[in-house]
């Protein structure tokens, strides 16, 4: 069933009876294309990209949505069930350990790498016959499509896509020469794919306790001690820190360095994988426990004795990587609300079909609002990252808060997301049989890689607020937005433009006492304010064009439900009006909009 068949669904009064017994059991999206279906993606890209890349880019993005559907969801499936498998020595007993994989993650590489490029669009021209860059926007609209069949490969192909951004920038020229066109390449057969070794059994978040240890010999770095975490253990070149000799302690005296799992002559590096994690979720992706026993590494700017700036310049690649984590979550929460449309539209009971009870249509509201929030904080944030790239300052702060904000409430809100879309199917939901499942274990893993919750709050509060002071330009840019939208409600405009000054002098407040147990309430403040403030601003825009303008309604329910204080003992004033609106399937008007926010 078409998603846009809900509304009709919803409106039998007496559904017919499943012919046979397999009819009683709610199908899913498998089959549907995941760009066609998603009528809020397609509404908002034309006012997020230039007319000419959106033109370009979107029989691609159709193209990816179909596989996505379909083909890609068939191979997740099976190489979620069939792991990787660690070999630790060769047929001839020598140490020459190898990851099998099964051949559905090879071929989701080749799409993933191969016939789509996402690891390399926005880093080189060329890609999809276009000459020059793709903005990031492109690459960002094809991972949220990816990622709502695929989790476990984003990783690689981001780990990919960033580590040759930071080796062309921090790197030597032989360096780059030596690693730049293996990992920019489309070819399988010289592809290198990127990781990312960080975390140690001294600590994950805390980065300043790695003791890894770089030493120079021979005119050659070489690394000494293990690595307790490393994503893609089958990575060809991986970035790490590490300490070099006689290095100042704590985090000033981390180098960064990549490490390729080959050497110039094809030998292999003197490293090897210990273990693979059995890991909760991310099951089709290679994460190890690591030895490095003298491998060759390849600083990437300064390292030696002293001081030096491997994490400032490590720290580029983890905010981009928080950016990806927050696309991800973005695209696995349209993929639970989709799953969560599609069941209620077909399951029947107690005589009627589930989408028309009133209390499942108050849960679909749950899935709707933090799914929406979070594309609209992704275009935007992509839109900001490529006018930061292009040299513009405001820009780059903005995308200095915009980025953890994202990653911090995303993760959490794809947690929630998921549980609630396997609630929606019931007890199939929690078989394995069916995606539920798996987006439930995969959702969790969001709240933990770069960074937890907690470590994203307190780098909102305490560095991007407290050392950058990015909220003022975010506020700013908030406000810019709201006075271009001449067609939003005017009363509902100040009451908006009130709550985000609010929101802000909040978090300001946290972060200038230092209140840390507030960080996390003060950055759940700016990003609701700053999603409304979107969602809004979109409504007003595809309104005053005779397009769709229920983004206003959602807009409203943030403001109502995160915004703003509650008697928990009050019955609240009715929205079922609303949330007709929003699942019927049907546009509505700006001005049927601002009615029905009043009603």
């Not at 994988?273 to 059995?278: D, S």
């Not at 994460?287 to 390849?298: C, L, N, Q």
């Not at 509060?461 to 002071?469: C, D, K, L, N």
Request: charge should be negative.
């Amino acid at each position: 069933m078409m998603l846009a068949n809900i509304a009709k669904a919803a409106a039998e009064t007496k559904p017919e009876k499943p012919a046979n017994l397999d009819g009683w059991i709610a199908g899913d999206c498998h089959g549907l294309n995941f760009f066609e279906i998603d009528h809020s993606l397609r509404s908002l890209l034309p006012l997020y990209m230039d007319d000419a890349a959106l033109k370009h880019m979107a029989p691609h993005f159709d193209r990816l949505g179909a596989i996505a559907g379909d083909q890609l969801d068939d191979l997740a499936r099976a190489a979620d069930r069939h792991v990787p498998q660690l070999h630790a020595r060769n047929a001839r007993g020598q140490d020459e350990d190898w990851i099998e994989f099964h051949p559905s993650y090879r071929e989701m590489e080749r799409l993933g790498y191969g016939e789509f490029g996402i690891h390399c669009m926005s880093r080189r021209g060329g890609v999809f016959d276009w000459p020059e860059k793709h903005v990031p926007i492109s690459k960002y609209v094809l991972q949220y499509l990816f990622t709502q069949s695929e989790f476990g490969l984003m990783c690689p192909i981001s780990a990919t896509d960033t580590s040759s951004m930071l080796i062309e920038r921090y790197g030597d020229e032989a360096t780059k020469a030596r690693f730049l066109p293996g990992m920019r390449t489309q070819d399988m057969t010289t592809i290198l794919k990127g990781a990312q070794f960080m975390t140690e059994k001294t600590g994950g978040s805390d980065v300043g306790n790695i003791e890894l240890e770089a030493r120079y010999e021979n005119g050659e770095w070489r690394l000494y001690g293990e690595k307790w975490f490393c994503s893609c253990a089958d990575g060809d070149v991986a970035l790490l820190l590490a300490r070099p000799e006689g290095a100042a302690d704590g985090t000033g005296g981390l180098g960064l360095f990549a490490l390729p799992r080959h050497l110039d002559d094809g030998t292999r590096n003197d490293y090897r994988i210990v273990r693979l994690k059995p890991k909760l979720g991310s099951r089709s992706m290679a994460s190890g426990e690591i030895k490095f026993d003298g491998a060759v590494a390849y600083p990437l700017g300064q390292v030696g004795p002293g001081r030096n700036p491997g994490l400032k310049r490590m720290m580029d690649q983890v905010n981009m990587s928080r950016l990806s984590h927050g696309v991800r979550a973005a695209g696995m929460m349209r993929r639970c609300l989709n799953e969560a449309l599609v069941v209620s539209g077909q399951r029947i009971a107690f005589g009627e079909r589930i989408a028309r009870k009133p209390l499942l249509r108050r849960q679909l509201m749950k899935l709707m609002v933090p799914t929406e929030q979070a594309l609209s904080m992704v275009l935007y944030t992509a839109v900001k990252l490529h006018e930061a790239e292009q040299g513009d300052a405001k820009a780059e702060r903005l995308v200095r808060i915009l980025t953890p904000l994202l990653k911090f409430r995303t993760a959490r809100d794809n947690v929630d997301v998921a549980t609630g879309a396997m609630e929606v199917r019931g007890g199939n939901g929690y078989i394995e049989d069916w995606i539920n499942a798996r987006l439930v274990r995969d959702a969790h893993l969001g709240v933990l890689w770069e960074g937890t919750s907690n470590i994203n709050a307190l780098d909102i509060t305490t560095r991007a607020i407290g050392r950058v002071g990015a909220h003022e330009d975010l506020v700013s840019a908030l406000h810019d937005e709201l006075s271009d939208a001449d067609q939003m409600p005017g009363q509902f405009k100040g009451e908006l433009s009130a709550t985000i000054d609010r929101a802000f002098a909040f978090a300001g407040d946290v972060a200038a006492s230092g209140n840390e147990p507030m960080a996390r309430k003060a950055s759940d403040a700016l990003y609701h304010a700053t999603t409304a403030a979107l969602m809004a601003c979109e409504s007003a825009r595809l309104g005053s064009e005779g397009g769709d303008a229920r983004r206003l309604l959602l807009a409203r329910m943030v403001m109502d439900h995160r915004l703003s204080a509650s008697d928990p003992l009050a019955i609240p004033k009715s929205e079922d009006a609303m949330i007709d609106a929003l699942l019927s399937g049907a546009p509505v008007s700006l001005s049927a909009a601002a009615e029905l926010m009043t009603a």
